[in-house]
């Protein structure tokens, strides 16, 4: 799925890498094993976005509009489902700092 902005940051991001040990788009979007969205009856303009990760991990999305006039589905639903791919940034990151951390213990 295109996420636009976020492939703007991880190609800039891969552009000055000086490893192969990153977070990449790719590697997050391939963690990801549903994605289901809802609006809710109290406020439908609202869309949030209920991810769940292949390793069981949930993430919570969430997309509006200023003016509920300018509501669009499926511009909801991608910019939840954006929400939720970057909180799953930073905990990428903390997992591949521990995983390369683990190496550097054992002398890898």
Known sequence: MST???EAGDAAA????????????AGMEAKVETAQFFNPTCAPQLTICVM????GFT?????????????NQALGEKFAREDCIRQMW????????EQLS???????
């Open 90 to 97: 930073p905990l990428e990151g903390y997992l591949l700092r």
């Open 59 to 71: 993430l919570v999305g969430k997309s509006a509009p200023a003016d509920p006039a300018n509501f």
């Open 52 to 55: 769940t990760l292949t390793n």
């Open 4 to 6: 636009g902005s976020l």
């Open 14 to 25: 891969a552009a000055v890498a000086k490893t192969d040990k990153r977070v990449t788009l």
């Open 102 to 108: 683990q190496r550097v213990d054992v002398g890898v």
